[in-house]
């Protein structure tokens, strides 16, 4: 039976309340998320941000133990070891260690999925690894709403000195800003702990590098970097949800590899339209 494009794009959401929350969570995620993830590609931290969201594993694992599927004590745990596993690769940094920021992130998620064997079940290491987009409630929208708004709000206020921050980082010292590092880091760690619910330690920061990694393909200036990146997050959770509903996949995975999709077609595309050019102007100028 042919479905029509009603059914195919809008009747998951208008007939199921969960469809709608799983929307709002990932649109609200897609909107603070993606910025973020453009800073982090401006400042070369995609590992960092990659340690940070695996960081977040033994906290939750933590709260898990100490309180069951608690959202509270989860994101409360999550916080707490992202942001010490978030100094200490900080230390890594500083004496140019990068396999150190491999070594934290590897026992990080093994210490996590340890805990959360031993106490709970495989199903609830499955819940933690891979999220349970459909599953997100009112008190986990209101959550993942109040550290979008909160990101938004900072990166509108704070724009220009994270800019400079991002590209040089020694003349804002020299000009006495600090603190903007720390500041960006603690947004990052609140978007990564409020994306754990939805997406899981493997798949958290997938939301925030995947649209900034198709928004650079197509521009290099910041502002239209962060509105591009906005727009494909927006675009992949979306069509996510739809394919996972339809096809009866795994929501997290399903939002991540429509995301990787649009990567590498903006890969292909970017790459195609780069060769031309030149073809163009031999052709003009014969």
Known sequence: MTLS????????FEGFAFMRVALAACLALA?????????????????????????VMPGAALGFVYAGHSLAAMSIGGFASGAGVATLTGMARRGRQDAGLVVFYLVALALGVTLVAYFGSNSDVLRVLFGTVLAIDATALLQIATVSSITLLAIAVFYRAMMVEAFDPVFLRLSGGHGWRVLFMLLLLLNLTVSFQAFGTLLAIGP??????????????????????????????YAGLLLSYHRNLPSGPAIVMVAGLLYGASLLLTAGLAALKPTRRRGEET
């Not at 494009?5 to 998951?12: I, S």
């Open 31 to 55: 909107l603070s998320s993606a910025p973020l993830g453009v800073l982090l590609l401006l400042r070369r931290m995609a590992l960092d941000g990659n340690v940070l969201s695996f960081a």
């Open 5 to 12: 494009l009603y059914d195919l794009l809008v009747a998951p």
């Open 208 to 237: 925030v590098l995947l649209p900034a990694a198709i928004a650079r393909c197509w521009t290099n200036r910041p502002g239209p970097m962060m509105a591009l990146a906005v727009l494909t997050g927006l675009v992949a959770s």
